[in-house]
């Protein structure tokens, strides 16, 4: 049970974060610079998807391995590789292969990921602890 409490609370943080970010700080960068490949009402199916698997892989690969070392340096490394290698993998992929694909965006959107899987890693190894899992 105490897992299920670890990735419903990881999950809302990350959840908060992303929409603080998708719809107040980045929503014009996007507009501008990929607004010709945005859906006029986005589907939040898929969304809803990538964000119950992008967490279930914060958990397992940069949480629970630095939570079991004791060590917050690890799972801040370790989520910051999750996020640079999950949010490349994306971006870089957009990059190769869409036309117009701003370099700019690729970047931004990196970086952004790396932050926000390390945030996140960080405070689901606080709640772990809190949890005593």
Known sequence: MKYIYLYLLTFIIFL?????????IAKNMYSQKIGHLLAENPNLIPALIFYLIFIVGVIVFAVLP?????????TILLGALFGLLTYSTYDLTNLATLRNWPISVTIIDIIWGTSISTVTSVAGYYIASWLKI
């Open 66 to 74: 630095g939570y079991s070392n004791e060590s917050i340096t690890k």
């Open 16 to 24: 908060a974060i992303d929409f603080v970010w998708l719809n107040f």
